[in-house]
């Protein structure tokens, strides 16, 4: 519309028009930015649950459909557009961070985040406060920081798993110790007075063994682990699939699975922490001591360069 009316053909807007337009695009990608970056808050009904003792699963994070997502059959439309490599994909990250969203619906949203950042940054162009050449990187950053946060959500979830599967390994353990418990029956022992992420996992493996013609226990946890990249549900798979084939009792190898588990966090702590000190060392290795080495040394140079001019 701007190239028309610069041609004649569209009599030009008023300058207040197009101030007014680039300020309202700029003033919703705003919003949609602070709604992505801003923590979820939980309503009266999730404190409520949260205190109440019957409450066994974690919050989730609040999802795009039942917040403010009023175009899902949009969403459904552009699916068959999309490659199904990309869909599949996005499914996986989707359920590793504990979403509710479809990856269609992510990536309209994306795209709608892309288009608003576009448009703002276009009327800036026009009026010459932004180059060009910018206006696609710049458009990319807001659809970058929505895929960060979906990352990043999905890695806290994978933390926490790692951190709280050797205590439920524990408990299990201390369920089968009586006797006449199977390894299945201590699971659902368990994650029934359990909440947690982990806990979440061996429920949704549980319920997803249930029905018939399912596969067994033990495979929806082999599933699970490599879908979250969780070696020790694939340990606990081993030990489910031991009693299922052998029927014998599995309180000692969950007894030793766990204190395998806690000792290898304990061994990746400490490598962490070497980790860290290596890399305290480097800014105060480049900002203190390469500092002091030059004041040192300074009188020195000044001569040597003074003696060779």
């Known amino acids: 519309m701007a190239t028309l009316a ?3 053909l569209l009599p030009r807007p008023p300058e207040w028009v197009l101030t007014g337009a680039v300020g309202a695009a700029l003033l919703a990608l705003t919003a949609a930015l602070i709604s992505l970056a801003w923590p979820r808050r939980r309503t009266l009904d999730q404190w409520l649950d949260k205190r109440g003792p019957r409450r066994m699963a974690a919050s989730r994070p ?5 917040a403010h997502w009023p175009l899902g059959s949009l969403a459904r439309l552009i699916g068959p557009a999309l490659p199904g490599e990309l869909l599949r994909v996005l499914a996986v990250r989707i359920r590793n961070a504990a979403r509710e969203d479809s990856p269609e619906e992510l990536i309209l949203g994306w795209l709608l985040l892309f288009l608003l950042a576009f448009c703002g940054l276009g009327g800036l162009a026009l009026q010459g406060l932004v180059p060009v050449g910018l206006i696609l990187p710049l458009s990319l950053v807001p659809v970058l920081l929505a895929l960060s946060r979906l990352l990043r959500a999905g890695a806290q979830r994978r933390l926490a798993i790692i951190v709280q599967i050797p205590i439920l390994v524990d408990l299990m353990s201390l369920e089968q110790s009586g006797g006449g418990v199977s390894s299945r029956r201590a699971m659902e022992l368990v994650v029934s ?3 947690g992420e982990a806990a979440s996992v061996l429920r949704a493996c549980l319920a997803g063994s ?3 013609g399912t596969p067994p226990l033990d495979a929806q946890l082999d599933h699970a682990a490599a879908e979250l990249g969780v070696a020790a549900l694939a340990a606990l ?3 489910v699939r031991l009693q299922r084939q052998e029927g014998i009792s599995t309180a000692t190898p969950l007894g030793r699975l766990a204190r395998g588990l806690r000792d290898r966090q304990r061994d990746d702590l400490m490598a962490r922490g070497r980790r860290a000190l290596v890399t ?3 800014p105060v290795a480049a900002c203190i001591l390469l500092p002091f080495v030059i004041i040192v040394l300074y009188p020195a140079l000044e001569r040597l360069s003074g003696a060779f001019s």
């Open 6 to 8: 610069a041609l004649g």
């Open 62 to 66: 609040t999802s795009w459909r039942s």
């Open 193 to 195: 007075r359990v909440r």
């Open 210 to 212: 249930a029905a018939a």
């Open 237 to 239: 798979a081993a030990v």
């Open 280 to 282: 305290m060392l480097l």
